[in-house]
């Protein structure tokens, strides 16, 4: 019997997120075990007269591949999937694993030439470039685990935040673009925070299902080399396989010059993480979090960065649309909560306080709030 739930979600990703049309080549690439969503999409696919190709994979497998890479084989594997990339016109990422933690023993120097080579190459220079995409996770007991929930309570809860009212959502966020285009100088004030950056002339996008499911963010870029002060990040935020909790940042003219964890291993990692190249030590995206039903940090930043009373403040590449020039083979969404129960906060545009504790205080934004988007 056919799920309703996944044939909504499959109907979302294929004609709303990627508009596929006929004949485009729609590359569904596939990390983890279930099969169902997988093939709705492709059903939906062949409805709309695309071409479905698609390519599973396996953390455990991609670990051990990246035990023993090397610059010669990952230049090898990147040249193949540019060229598979570069054929398509739609791109749809299912991420599932039953592992967080599989890459974490993968040698800093592997990685490094894994996120600098093929994520970069093929991810950020052509599939974010070239093709319609759109990036999920798919519910397993692994995420559950991580939301604290049962399997079944998790998947209530998935498709609860996956399949909302992208319509309204997108409405409700003219206000808040509008006002981010006309803004220079935003301050955010918080527990262990304290930022002043300016955003002026950078574009700005809306974000309500074109690219990630689920969704609800509204994005620019700071201007490079305006940033001051420091902030405390109060999700916790997973990265190359590890997680990191309490992390500060400090920054002097645009620059991370100091950077901390919640220990000492993770304080080293960190570092090492944000001396990948040049751009790493920058901020690439500013955004702010409105989905109505994700409310607490799951340790996974498809649903984490879209937190309602959040913002994200990430260090690494921009995105095209929103560039502020930064280009760094990292791009790492590192969440800030400023609801009450996670310290409160205030955001101000060119000295005008447009969010006080995670709730929109000026009238034209209220429309934002998670009881007006429910």
Known sequence: MRDERITKLADILVNHSCRVKKGDNVFIDIFGDDRNLIREIIRKVYEAGGFPHVQLNDHTVTRAMLMGTSHDHMTQVTEIQKTIMSKMDCYIGIRGANNINELSDVPAENMSLYMRLFNHQVHSEIRVKQTRWVVLRYPNESMAQLAGMSTEQFEDFYFEVCNVDYKKMDEAMNPLQKRM????????????????????????IKCAGECNVPDGEVY????????????????????QGTVFENVRLEFENGKIVQATANSDANTLKLNEILDTDEGSRYIGEFAIGVNPAISHPMKDILFDEKINGSFHFTPGQAYEEADNSNRSAIHW???????????????????ELIRKDGLFVVEDLEGLNPNNLK
């Not at 969404?333 to 000295?351: A, L, S």
């Open 181 to 204: 285009e006309d803004a220079d100088l935003v301050k955010i004030k918080g527990q262990g925070t304290d930022l002043r950056f300016s955003i002026k002339g950078i574009p700005v």
């Open 333 to 351: 969404d590192m969440v800030c909560i400023q609801r009450p129960e996670y310290g409160g906060g205030e955001i101000y545009f060119d000295g």
């Open 220 to 239: 620019t870029a700071p201007i490079k080399d305006s940033i001051n002060g420091y902030i405390t990040y109060t999700a916790p935020t997973l990265y």
